[in-house]
C-alpha cells in the first residue's frame, strides 16, 4: 500500500444543501403536503416522503411544525384559508358553495383521520366559522345573528359528513344537485323561521 491509499476524511469535500428561508421552506411543505394528501392514503403522507420530494431534510419539518400532527393541523388551515379566499374572489356566491369547494372536502377528510388518529380536536378549531358567519349576516341581511349562526353551523357540520360519507352513500351529481336546491330552499326561509321560533337579536 502507498501513502495515498488513505484518504483523510477532512480532504473530502463535503456537499451543502443551499439553505432555504424558513419561510420557503414551510411553503414548500405545505404545498408538497397537500399535494400528497390528494393522490395517496393519508398514511402513506410521511415525513420521509415530503423531505424527500421537496429535498429538504425531515428536521426542517420539525422545526417548522414540531411534529407531523402540527403539520396536518397547519395544512388543514391553510385548505380553508384557500377555499374561503376563492370564494369571496367570486363575488356574491352562497355561502354553502364553500363547502363544495375540493379543498374543504379533503379538509373535512384529513380531520377525520386524524381524529380517529387520536388528534386532539382543538388543534382544528378555525376561526374562519365566525368569519364565514359575517359573511352570510351581509349576503342575507334580513336573517338575523342568531337564525344565522345556527344555519352556518348546521351546514357546516351536514357538508363536513357529506366529504367524509358521500362516496359510500353513493351520493350523485343529480343528488347533490337536489340537496343543494332544497338547502338553499331552506335559507330562503331563516327571516320566517327565526320570525316564528321568536329568535330575536
Not at 393519508?42 to 429535498?55: E, R
Not at 422545526?63 to 380553508?80: A, D, K, P, Q, T
Not at 380531520?111 to 359573511?135: C, K, N, T, V, Y
Amino acid at each position: 500500500m502507498t501513502e495515498n491509499t488513505f484518504v483523510n476524511a477532512e480532504q473530502i469535500p463535503r456537499v451543502r444543501r443551499p439553505m432555504v428561508p424558513a419561510a420557503q421552506a414551510q411553503a414548500l411543505i405545505v404545498a408538497e403536503t397537500i399535494e400528497l394528501l390528494r393522490k395517496l392514503p393519508f398514511d402513506q403522507v410521511t415525513a420521509q416522503l415530503i423531505s424527500k420530494n421537496v429535498k429538504l431534510t425531515m428536521p426542517t419539518i420539525w422545526r417548522n411544525f414540531g411534529s407531523m400532527e402540527g403539520l396536518f393541523s397547519y395544512v388543514s388551515s391553510v385548505l380553508m384559508t384557500n377555499a374561503v379566499e376563492r370564494w369571496r374572489a367570486q363575488g356574491s356566491q352562497p355561502v354553502i358553495t364553500i363547502f363544495f369547494d375540493p379543498d374543504v372536502a379533503l379538509r373535512a377528510r384529513l380531520i377525520a383521520w386524524l381524529l380517529a388518529e387520536g388528534a386532539d380536536p382543538q388543534l382544528f378549531r378555525s376561526p374562519l366559522l365566525g368569519s364565514l358567519i359575517e359573511d352570510f349576516q351581509r349576503l342575507m341581511p334580513e336573517a338575523n345573528s342568531r337564525v344565522s349562526t345556527s344555519w352556518i353551523y348546521i351546514t357546516t357540520m351536514l357538508l363536513q359528513s357529506y366529504a367524509v360519507f358521500g362516496e359510500i352513500n353513493q351520493i350523485t351529481d343529480e343528488i347533490t344537485a337536489d340537496n343543494f336546491a332544497l338547502m338553499t330552499y331552506f335559507r330562503d326561509l331563516l327571516p320566517t323561521a327565526a320570525q316564528n321560533l321568536g329568535w330575536n337579536d
